[in-house]
C-alpha cells in the first residue's frame, strides 16, 4: 500500500469515530430532524460553533423536517482524506482554504466540491519572525519576499549576511502539507518562488528537475515540520529566537501567538511582496454521492442563513478577516493536478530523518492485545516514512535491546517492520534507560542534515528508576543546536507515567500524546506529521 493510500485510510477511519462521538457527546439524534454534519478547521470553531447552536436553537424546515447541524472540528487535511475514501460523509464543509477542495475534487476524479463557494473570513498566509530579526532584514520599510527568506534559509553564511553572524544560520519551519493548510500553502510558495511566477504554475514546472533541485535544497534547509501551526509557535514560544527564526502561518496565528506569549518578544507577520495565499474558509455544500437533493438543499438554506451572520465584529473576534487585506500580492490557486503533484513532490524531497522507535514491551503489554494494536500502529507509522529516512528499533521488557540498529534505509527499514511483528511481552524493567540509549545512538550520528528523534511508547510498567538521568541526558544538549534529538512520547492507557513522559517530550522539544489499543495507529499517525 502506497503511504498517501495508506495516511488515507487511517485518517478517514479516524474521522468516522470523531463523527460518532460528537453524535453521542452532544447532538442526539431528533426525532424525524434532517442531521447534517458540517466538518469546519479547527480554527473556526469559536466562530462558528456558537453560530450552530443559535440555528439549531431556531426552527429551520427543508421539505418539512427541522434541519439541525452537527459540527465537527477537524483539520482540513484529516478531513480532506477521509472525504476523499468517502467515509465520514459529511454534508458541508468547511475548510481553511479553497485549495484542499481542489485537491479533493482530484482525489476523487469527481466535481464534489462546486467552483464557486461563498468565503466565511479570511487570513492571509505570512511569513511570522521575531521583530528584532524582521528589522534586521530591513522590516518594516524594505519590502521582503520569499525569494529573500529561501535564499537567506539555504545560504551557508546564514545571518551574517546581513551583519549579525551572532544569529548563526537561518532556521526556518513549516507545517505538514497532508494536514496543515500553513504547509501546503508553504511548498506551493517555494515552487511560485522558484520558478519566478505569481500564476500558471504548470505541471511542467513541478517535474523540471532543476526546479525540484531547488524546492528540495529549501525543504532540506527546514528545521522543524509541525502538524500544525500551533505546535510550532507553542515550541517557539517555549524556547524562544534559536528554536525558530521564522515559521509560515496564519495571520490569526500570528495574532493567537502575541495575544498568549510568554516570550518578551513578540512575531510580526510580513506579507511576501513576491505573492502569497489567503486562507477563505469556504463554505461548501458538497455534491458526493452521499448527500441527498433534500440535504442539499437544506445546505443550502443553513449556507444562506450563515453568512450575513458572520459579521467584521465576530469575525475579528476571532481573529479573521472577514475579507483580504487591500494592496495583497497574491499567488493564483494551483490547479487541483498541479497541487497534488507538488504534495506528492514535498514527500520525496522533504528533509530526511534519523529515528529511533522504542518500545515498552514488559509483561503488562501483554493484556487485551495492547502489544498487538501496538505492532499495527508502529507498521503503519514505518510504512508513512520516506524512502530516505533511517530508523531503528530498541525494545525494554526483560532487558534492554537493540533489537535493529540505524542504518541505510533500504535493510533497515524491512528490518524493523519483521523485528516489529516478533515483539513479545516480558520482563517488567522502565523504559527510560531504553530511551537514554536511543538518545546516545542518534546523537553520536552528529547529522544537522537530518531530523532527528526518538519515538517512545510505554504504558508505565515498572519503577520511575532512569527518570532523572535521562532528564540530564537530554539538558546536556540545548534543543536550538542543529543535531538536537526531538523525543516523542507515547503514555498508552491508563496506568502510564503521564507526568514524566511529559517531562521528556517538553525538555527535549517534542510532543506528549496519550494512547489506547483503539486508537494507537491514529497517534503514530500523528507523530509521522512531524516528519
Known amino acids: 500500500m502506497i503511504p498517501r493510500l495508506a495516511r488515507t485510510l487511517v485518517i478517514a477511519a479516524a474521522v468516522v469515530a470523531v463523527l460518532l462521538a460528537a453524535v453521542e457527546r452532544g447532538h442526539p439524534a431528533s426525532k424525524g430532524a434532517l442531521e447534517l454534519r458540517y466538518v469546519y478547521s479547527p480554527d473556526a470553531e469559536q466562530l462558528l460553533a456558537p453560530l450552530i447552536a443559535r440555528f439549531n436553537s431556531e426552527t429551520h424546515t427543508s421539505g418539512g423536517r427541522e434541519i439541525k447541524i452537527i459540527g465537527v472540528s477537524l483539520t482540513s487535511g484529516e478531513a480532506e482524506a477521509a472525504l476523499a475514501a468517502r467515509r465520514g460523509q459529511a454534508t458541508m464543509w468547511t475548510p481553511a482554504s479553497s485549495l484542499w477542495g481542489r485537491l479533493l475534487n482530484h482525489a476523487v476524479s469527481a466535481e464534489w466540491v462546486p467552483s464557486k463557494n461563498p468565503s466565511l473570513v479570511s487570513s492571509p498566509q505570512v511569513i511570522a519572525m521575531w521583530e528584532p530579526l ?15 527568506i529561501l535564499a537567506l534559509a539555504t545560504s551557508s553564511r546564514g545571518w551574517a549576511a546581513y551583519g549579525h553572524p551572532e544569529y548563526g544560520p537561518f532556521r526556518l519551519g513549516h507545517t505538514n502539507p497532508d494536514f496543515s493548510t500553513s504547509g501546503l500553502c508553504a511548498i506551493a510558495s517555494e515552487y511560485y518562488s522558484v520558478t519566478g511566477k505569481r500564476a500558471g504554475l504548470r505541471l511542467a514546472d513541478v517535474h523540471r528537475p532543476d526546479v525540484r533541485a531547488a524546492v528540495r535544497t529549501i525543504e532540506r534547509s527546514i528545521v522543524h515540520y509541525g502538524e500544525t501551526a500551533a505546535a ?21 496565528t500570528v495574532r493567537e501567538f502575541n495575544r498568549n506569549r510568554k516570550q518578551a518578544t513578540r512575531l510580526v507577520g510580513i506579507e511576501p511582496d513576491d505573492g502569497t495565499f489567503v486562507a477563505d474558509y469556504p463554505l ?11 440535504a442539499q438543499a437544506a445546505g443550502e438554506l443553513f449556507s444562506r442563513w450563515l453568512t450575513p451572520r458572520i459579521t467584521a465584529k465576530n469575525a475579528a473576534e476571532s481573529g479573521f478577516r472577514v475579507r483580504p487585506p487591500t494592496g495583497l500580492t ?60 533511517r530508523i531503528a528499533l530498541i525494545t525494554s521488557g526483560a532487558a534492554i535491546r537493540t533489537d ?9 527499514r ?23 540509549r536511543a538518545l546516545a545512538d542518534v546523537r553520536s550520528l552528529h547529522d544537522p542534515d537530518r531530523i532527528n528523534a526518538v519515538v517512545v511508547l510505554s504504558d508505565g510498567a515498572g519503577t520511575t528508576a ?23 512520547t507515547v503514555g498508552y492507557g491508563e496506568g502510564a507515567d503521564t507526568e514524566g513522559l511529559k517531562q521528556i517530550a517538553a525538555a527535549s522539544g517534542g510532543a506528549f500524546f496519550t494512547g489506547s489499543p483503539k486508537d494507537i495507529k491514529d497517534v503514530y499517525e500523528s507523530i509521522s506529521s512531524y516528519f
Open 134 to 148: 524582521a528589522r534586521a532584514l530591513g522590516w518594516p520599510k524594505t519590502k521582503i519576499g520569499w525569494k529573500d
Open 232 to 252: 510550532l509557535t507553542d515550541q517557539m514560544d517555549r524556547y524562544g529566537q534559536a528554536y525558530a527564526n521564522a515559521v509560515y502561518v496564519q495571520e490569526t
Open 284 to 294: 461548501i455544500v458538497l455534491a458526493a454521492p452521499w448527500v441527498s437533493a433534500q
Open 330 to 389: 497574491l499567488l493564483q490557486l494551483p490547479q487541483p493536478q498541479v497541487l497534488a503533484a507538488i504534495r506528492e513532490a514535498w514527500h520525496k524531497d522533504r528533509k530526511p530523518a534519523n529515528i529511533v522507535l522504542v518500545v515498552d514491551t514488559s509483561s503488562s503489554m501483554g493484556g487485551a492485545r495492547r502489544l498487538d494494536a501496538v505492532k499495527q500502529g508502529l507498521l503503519s507509522f514505518v510504512r508513512e516514512l520516506s524512502p530516505e529516512d
Open 404 to 412: 535493529v540498529s540505524l542504518g541505510a534505509p533500504s535493510t533497515s
Open 414 to 436: 524491512p528490518a524493523v517492520s519483521r523485528a516489529v511483528q516478533s515483539l513479545f511481552p516480558n520482563g517488567d524493567l522502565p523504559v527510560y534507560a531504553a530511551v537514554s
Open 466 to 488: 532512569g527518570r532523572q538521568a535521562l532528564l540530564r541526558h537530554v539538558a546536556a544538549e540545548p534543543v536550538t543546536e542543529g543535531t538536537s534529538v526531538r523525543i516523542f
